[in-house]
């Protein structure tokens, strides 16, 4: 056995991901050892209730209801409680006492990343959140250091498992949304109050943290445009098959050419969390279940794709356990930590400004001129017509409420050229309120194609 | 602008890698600087011949013919010559002359990656190595540090972009080898003389790197089990596509229990690589075109993908600006380099005690009889059998020679249970020794499934 240093490990939190950190430095002690060059201690574990029951068995003498005599005199301080107090607390108090933090908190960081990574760089010291945002899979580390010398343009991530998993299920089995949900709910897979997943908050949390790694900038929550999946239901879901598409819940975080007079180089960037068509030819369109993907594309090195397990309490300890690794090596070679570089810090625009293509889906009165009146409105709203498609629907069970009995109805799917979301938006609303215009079904965005 | 100390960057090689490095180094010099927290100044470029041809423009005071003199005083050596000698002697003074050194070098590495990296860690200078193994992918970073606190079991590699080039053609299209060869070749995918990548040495050198860092051992190029693709023709990939599979080049590194009495925990690895049949719903089955991927299933995160660009100019410039930027950290940091861990050192076993599941097809007799003759030969040997499928070729244009004419010949496919690869070695040799096999058609390996 080499001798070595040893490192004063503090953990504050045992929950599903905490208690499996434990458990592993524990088990894994020699091997951490001989990675990070140095004995990490686990000094002990910081609990609301000692007597709760957890997911593995743990020595009891580890834990104690207080964190904050548990900090002091830490090396690195690991911290899994989750959400904003007291654990933004117990973070500053770490960083100001000289121990490097590692944490999985993505709504602290989020919200409160910037006084976090600003006192961690007054101090030298360093933050490690490579749990933070899915689960396992290395994105934080690539983005940071891997893709340092070169530009991203633009990252489409998965990066919530419970409405992957929602939606590829009711992809596959042509299943409703409330049905996959209750299922999802049954099996673990979605909260007994899912309104964080399903309605993109949690989604919205990671993109505004890779969005502010990918573009050096501090980029607000609230400047993430938020959409969640309740609208997706099974004949939209049929409708994108049958098209080619998929539709996923993706977090888009793109940097935008020309947009302001704000920055020097013209550059804006815009944060979005929204359910979008995907083609079935697109990486992002094979990742199933719950699992997470991330897809990068930087301007030398073009497209990657970053694939694994979004959460889970053993995936996500493994990435926590890299950052103690990373921590307790930075300790041993000295020398100051290196805080994030925030310093392109450019402005984020309202979705408003963002463009994409469509793919717009209308019922309207089957009569003749009908497509004229509907393609004037597009033309009109400066939107670009691809794409048409037209079925008769007259008959069928799927007769818009809207449409007066008798009357012949179609149904119109419009795929647009690249338009500007506002402009959009005021032309559906145009299309809404015409004449022949039973129902606007659905508006969906495209993206990867 | 911020005001940067300024570090002193030397440049070794201006081909396709290092002219656009030293092209991007020239662009985008502040935003490097505001990542890297230091100006990076590119003192100069050493090349053989100053007047040679380049993919870019590039400032002729730069370049150089005298390596050795750009090197004295440097704080970060880019070498991007390639090969063993004069590289290795130039990485080697870097290191001991006090400078962190980049290198997109696989060959070097594969082959002197001990003597180099013992160098770095005697004199505390670290060694970035990203571009040596598939190209713009970041998969050495996510080995080292991401996954560092966690056991790598099993990767995957389809690390080779023109072999996964050639065999994806062959898939999509069912053409010949040779013909997809000679169009890579027009297309500048494959080289000239396409030997080291055909016959898999250029994998067997990244497989050996993955290896080395993912097992913490020091594994050489000669332990790696090499096979190309010259064996791999359109009836094997179209039975391949009939069979639900697609025939990958893999480079794959394995982790064994209970394999030897070298090492306490009774670990040794594998590290061998080969064309071999990947299961259709795997996600290393849609990685098409000259595209590389990696997948690792480590113990506590899980099953991982990275995909991307596997090779390219700009591409791999990405990857070694990366290293650039982490290198300048460093310096600015303060500290020692931390070097590769290497502290495992498990046995490599040899190919004959891999298990895999196989793939065997064989043109026999069509005779009563000949089924029982050939399920003994592979019991004998302690071969299992999964599935069998026949089918009755007499007639056909696919006679085999060896079979007498007018005799009933079946083409056999076995799919076979978890063997030992030298108990199916032997038992294949039986097989073709015996009265009833006409010929072996093929014998392939599954991964993945």
Chains 1, 2 share one sequence.
Request: overall charge negative.
């Amino acid at each position: 056995m080499t001798e070595y240093r040893r490192l004063r490990v503090a953990l504050l939190g045992a929950g599903a991901v905490g208690s499996q950190v434990a458990s592993l430095l524990l088990e894994h002690a020699d091997e951490l050892a001989d990675r990070a060059g140095a004995t990490l201690e686990l000094a002990g574990i910081a609990v609301r209730d000692i007597d709760a029951p957890r997911d593995v068995d743990l020595p009891r003498e580890l834990f104690t209801t207080d964190p904050e005599t548990l900090i002091v005199g830490s090396d690195i301080v690991i911290e899994l409680i989750g959400g904003i107090e007291p654990a933004r607390t117990h973070i500053l108090q770490a960083i100001t006492s000289g121990a490097d933090v590692v944490t999985a908190n993505k709504a602290l960081l989020a919200t409160h990343g910037a006084e976090i990574f600003d006192t961690a760089d007054q101090v030298g010291a360093s933050v490690y959140y490579e749990a933070a945002v899915a689960g396992a899979i290395p994105i934080i580390r690539p983005l940071r250091d891997s893709l340092a010398g070169d530009r991203v343009h633009r990252i489409m991530g998965i990066v919530n498992g419970t409405t992957n998993y929602i939606l590829d299920r009711m992809d596959a089995e042509g299943a409703e949304f409330d049905d996959v949900l209750a299922e999802a709910q049954a099996l673990g897979y979605a909260e007994a109050d899912p309104t964080a997943d399903v309605e993109g908050y949690d989604a919205a949390q990671k993109a505004a943290i890779l969005a502010s790694l990918a573009f050096h900038t501090a980029v607000p929550l609230e400047a993430v445009h938020r959409e969640g999946i309740l609208g997706i239901d099974k004949a939209m879901m049929d409708a994108a098959r049958h098209a080619g598409y998929v539709i996923k819940l993706l977090a888009v975080c793109e940097r935008l050419a020309g947009e302001t007079d704000a920055s020097a180089t013209g550059e804006a960037i815009s944060v979005r969390v929204y359910p979008a068509l995907v083609p079935r030819t697109h990486p992002l369109a094979s990742v199933h279940g719950a699992n997470n993907a991330v897809f990068v594309q930087a301007e030398a090195a073009g497209d990657l794709m970053f694939y694994g397990a979004g959460a889970g309490g053993i995936q996500t300890a493994s990435a926590v356990l890299g950052d103690v690794v990373s921590a307790a090596r930075r300790h041993i070679a000295g020398g100051v930590g290196v805080g994030e570089s925030t310093r392109a810090n450019l402005p984020v625009v309202a979705i408003g400004r963002v463009t994409t293509r469509y793919q717009i889906t209308l019922e309207v009165e089957d009569l003749p001129g009908v497509l004229a009146t509907i393609a004037g409105i597009l033309s009109d709203g400066r939107v670009s017509i691809a794409t048409v498609e037209q079925n008769i629907l007259t008959g069928s069970d799927d007769l818009a409420p809207g449409a007066a009995p008798g009357t012949g109805v179609a149904r119109l799917v419009i795929g647009t050229h690249t338009a500007r979301e506002q402009d959009l938006s005021e032309t559906v609303d145009r299309l809404a309120a015409s004449d022949v215009v039973a129902r606007v079904v659905s508006v969906l965005r495209v993206e990867g194609d």
